[in-house]
């Protein structure tokens, strides 16, 4: 069942050709599908959904805790509520590559992330990350390449490499990996424009930068990005944190006076919610309620 009116064989293939326009494509990350919408409504090209926010949501750490059957009911949710397409951070495969590209793909999804990190993997922008053998990675590029059904579907190849390995290295797997067929490459914790510079020069495919906050990454402009030649930014942790301060402070507000009288006008009113969520075409006589049924995957 979906909610929008392109499926995901049309988003897909509507991401590859705004691709090919070598214009900048901006994905933030959508922890929740209502975010989504507000994602879609104010112009965006997609949504990213983050493995560390899909993690921090449920109250853990980003350490490879999170599983295939979370992550993908969760992206699912998030995916079929606009007509955006929707990337997937799917961190180290969940441990079939196969069974990760064929899920993340049957639920309509426009693309994945796979990472060159040890399955006890760590948050992209923390030391003493742990990376598994070029020829390992190799290996899941093609393993996740045979196991799609859509051409179209994305397979990105994410390498932690730089901080482990430093820049040469780094350049050395993005070459095997797009050898090895990848779509797009991820260079995960570059420190600024000198290094996202190299990579490009020594790259003959799409690339994605990570504009994280509080990470490893100097934070460029969409247009700077695009100037460098890549063609995804994604803003994998901005709507969470945005979302998570102002929770904390109007907590403490209700704790210090007892009441939310003083923070009424930092909070998103009724009437914009019902907006965002189209109420009123849920309230149409003409539909039953079965029709917006949300329970479980498509």
Do not use: W
Not at 41 to 62: H, K
Not at 141 to 153: E, P
Not at 278 to 298: M, S, V
């Amino acid at each position: 069942m979906h909610f929008t009116k392109k499926n995901p064989s049309e988003k897909r293939i509507e991401l590859k050709n705004k691709l090919k326009k070598q214009k900048i494509l901006r994905f933030p990350g959508a922890y929740n599908p209502l975010t989504a919408k507000l994602i879609a409504e104010i112009g965006f090209d997609g949504t990213y959904i983050s493995g560390a926010v899909m993690a921090n949501d449920l109250g853990i750490p980003d350490i490879g805790l999170t599983t295939l059957k979370e992550v993908s009911y969760r992206a699912n949710q998030i995916s079929r509520v606009t007509d955006l397409p929707s990337i997937v951070d799917a961190d180290t495969g969940f441990g079939d590559c196969k069974k990760t590209i064929e899920t993340f793909e049957q639920l309509g999804l426009s693309g994945c992330h796979v990472e060159d990190q040890i399955d006890e993997k760590r948050c992209g922008h923390l030391d003493n990350k742990e990376i598994i053998p070029l020829d390992k990675m190799v290996d899941k590029i093609k393993t996740a390449i045979n196991a799609r059904k859509d051409k179209n579907f994305l397979i990105i190849a994410r390498t932690d490499a730089n901080s482990v390995e430093g820049i040469t290295k780094t350049i050395e797997r993005v070459k095997a990996y797009e050898n090895a067929g990848a779509d797009m490459i991820f260079p995960e914790a570059m420190k600024d424009e000198k290094e996202f510079e190299k990579i490009r020069k020594n790259s003959n495919v799409y690339l994605l930068a990570n504009m994280t906050e509080f990470g490893k990454t100097k934070l460029l402009s969409s247009k700077e990005l695009e100037n460098l030649g890549y063609s995804i930014v994604i803003y994998p942790v901005t709507t969470q944190r945005l979302a998570m301060k102002s929770v904390e402070d109007g907590l403490d507000v209700v704790m210090k006076d007892g009441h939310q009288n003083n923070i009424i006008d930092k909070m998103q009113t009724r009437k914009r919610l019902y907006e965002l969520v189209e109420y009123e075409k849920y309230n149409t006589p003409d539909k039953k309620i079965t029709d917006f049924k949300t329970d479980g995957h498509e």
